[in-house]
């Protein structure tokens, strides 16, 4: 648990932070958002000490930053910054052995501490003796994440670690991210610009104005209801859309309204089974519960046809993700599936749609949701 | 050390075999080219008394001076305006400050003229390494926990290898320059063969002390090219490579 309590921060005339309190929890992924020169990164800062606080107090565990020694602490603290920092001059071993190696582990246990990193992060064993300059910007990104995690810190301090990547390897580096933070559980403090990330990885959203904490709340109850004018205009118009990434597409997938059939069935039981059904559709199903295609009756009349790559989603996918493959192949329907196209069901335009015009509570004004939580 | 021999003026005088040599150039290596080995070898070792220690004194100073913007640009200052000195007048002025230590005379003050000189490519050369690596890469090692002094010596010392080899490149070529003056103040060298040539209008000599000190320029230069590219850190020269 990390702890502000009425930090401030001032670099010359210029006041950086101001009065900042509130509380970080234990195993949550705290994402920090503002426009820049909002004191984001300062506050990110004071946590290890890269800068000192003018003013206040923050304290890890009840213990104030304060008394420790700053390069002890850092060294108990996961930091991961865009670009990497990687040191270039040293091969991806070494860059991820580094925090071991300055609190002087022996070397066979930092062995296998970095091969473990390493699958963790998804990288093959090979990339320990390439060079920063050799990998691509995920791959650098994949090896900071890891030189961060080395010494198995409580705390992670990320400072928008993916603001250099193209959108498709965000992408990928999300996923990466949202699979790591469910098996390690970190206490992570997460800088970024780009607020659709904060809501794809963030537990709490802290948002950010001129040094001032505006609003700090669960990133749905943020959505649905934000404080002021500027973090509605944060949030976006579409806020309502930027909702749906936090629903995933398991939690509507009905499969009750249509038919299944089996491989090699009959063309009379396919139609049978296809007439039989709601949705005017049957799931051809392989051996292991796989989906091999859909049955669907042609628009123009006679036999249904069979179209063995039907448009899919995985259960953990959100809605957004749905709802934009949806609108690019044009259909109303699309199916769920599970692990290796394991069938789950049915996720319709209208579930998506029904979230999007449920009402939403109207804006409580200012005070409403900000501040300290309870 | 065994002393080395200087060639002695006798040789020079004119019933010498050196009327000889003026118009023979086959005759004058012949009877020159031991003074020539000598002459070569002391040139090279005022270059390579000066240099290390030019270098134990200009890397610090540079990491010192860094992070200091105005310590910066004073110590910068001093040394361009150490290096717009005469080199001629550099070296009369050795003789002159180092002679009521006994030591104006011989390898010393050509030795210390030559630090002097090549404080400056060192000293320049190390800062603008320093502060060319990547402020991302400082603040990572320090966000990570290296303490000051092992961001500097871990992280940015070795990523500024090049930089600064470049700088030792510079003064080792200039050093090997100004090294024949060093001559005029009784420390030997090739300048001998340059400025006793033009003293007795001798072509072949003028052109043995010129040629051999732009031949050992070039071949220092080549030389120490190769020690850059063995201590550059090998992760420096990965480039972008197919997996």
Request: hydrophobic fraction near 45%; charged fraction near 15%.
């Amino acid at each position: 648990m990390i702890e502000f309590n009425s930090v401030t921060k001032r670099f010359g005339s210029r006041t950086a932070v101001n009065g900042l309190s509130f509380v970080i929890d234990e195993g949550t992924t705290t994402m920090l958002i503002g426009p820049s020169g909002c004191g984001k990164t300062t506050t990110l800062r004071m946590i290890n000490r890269l800068i000192d606080a003018d003013g206040g107090s923050i304290s890890i565990n009840g213990k104030m930053v304060s008394s420790f020694n700053p390069v002890r602490l850092r060294r108990s603290i996961g930091y991961a910054i865009q670009e990497t920092g990687l040191f270039p001059h040293l091969d991806v071993f070494s860059n991820i052995a580094a925090v071991p190696r300055l609190l002087g582990w022996k070397e066979d246990r930092i062995q296998e501490r970095v091969a473990e990193l390493l699958d963790l992060v998804t990288l093959d064993q090979s990339y320990a003796r390439m060079y920063p300059l050799q990998l691509s910007g995920g791959e650098a990104q994949r090896v900071g994440l890891a030189r961060a995690l080395a010494a198995n810190p409580d705390i992670l301090l990320m400072d928008e670690p993916f603001g250099a990547i193209d959108p498709i390897n965000r992408a990928k580096l999300h996923e990466l991210f949202i699979s790591i933070q469910n098996k390690i559980r970190k206490t992570i403090v997460f800088v970024t610009h780009d607020i659709n990330e904060a809501i794809k990885l963030g537990t709490k959203i802290a948002v950010l104005e001129a040094g001032s904490l505006v609003q700090y709340d669960n990133t749905a109850h943020l959505l649905e209801s934000p404080a002021n004018e500027f973090v509605e205009r944060l949030l976006g118009h579409d806020r309502k859309l930027k909702a749906l990434i936090l629903k995933r597409a398991g939690s509507y997938a009905d499969g009750s309204g249509c038919g299944r059939v089996a491989s090699g069935a009959s063309p009379s039981e396919i139609a049978r089974a296809v007439a039989a059904s709601d949705e005017g559709c049957a799931m051809l199903i392989g051996p292991g519960s796989v989906l091999r295609g859909v049955y669907t009756l042609p628009s123009e009349g006679g036999a249904p046809l069979l179209n063995s790559s039907p448009l899919t989603i995985q259960e953990s996918g959100d809605l957004q993700e749905a709802l934009s493959l949806m609108v690019a192949a044009g259909e109303s329907r699309i199916i769920v599936v599970s692990g290796q196209d394991v069938f789950r069901g049915i996720l319709h335009l209208s579930d998506i749609s029904n979230e999007i015009s449920s009402p939403i509570p109207k804006n409580l004004g200012p005070a409403a949701g900000s501040g300290v939580p309870a | 050390m065994t002393a080395v021999p200087v060639i002695s003026y006798h040789r020079l005088r004119p019933d010498s075999p050196c009327r000889r040599c003026i118009i023979d150039p086959g005759t004058y290596l012949g009877y020159y080219w031991p003074s020539i080995i000598d002459g070569l070898l002391q040139h090279l070792l005022i270059v390579f008394l000066s240099i290390p220690f030019s270098i134990l004194v200009s890397v610090p100073i540079g990491i010192a001076i860094s992070p200091h913007p105005r310590l910066k640009h004073i110590v910068l200052t001093i040394t361009s305006f150490l290096m717009t000195i005469p080199s001629l007048a550099l070296f009369g002025l050795m003789v002159v400050v180092l002679g009521p230590l006994g030591l104006g005379i011989g390898k010393a003050p050509a030795v210390i003229a030559i630090i002097i000189y090549s404080l400056l490519p060192i000293i320049r050369n190390t800062v603008l390494a320093l502060a060319q690596v990547p402020s991302k890469t400082i603040e990572a090692a320090r966000g990570i926990g290296y303490t000051k002094a092992q961001t500097i010596l871990r992280i940015m010392l070795p990523l500024s290898i090049p930089v600064i080899m470049a700088g030792v490149r510079n003064s080792v070529v200039l050093g090997i320059g100004v090294a024949c003056y060093a001559s005029l103040v009784g420390s030997g060298g090739l300048g001998y063969f340059i400025f006793s040539g033009i003293g007795r209008a001798n072509f072949y000599m003028i052109c043995t002390g010129a040629i051999l000190v732009s031949a050992l320029a070039i071949g220092a230069n080549y030389v120490l090219l190769r020690l850059e590219d063995l201590l550059t850190p090998r992760g420096l020269k990965a480039g972008k490579k197919a997996k």
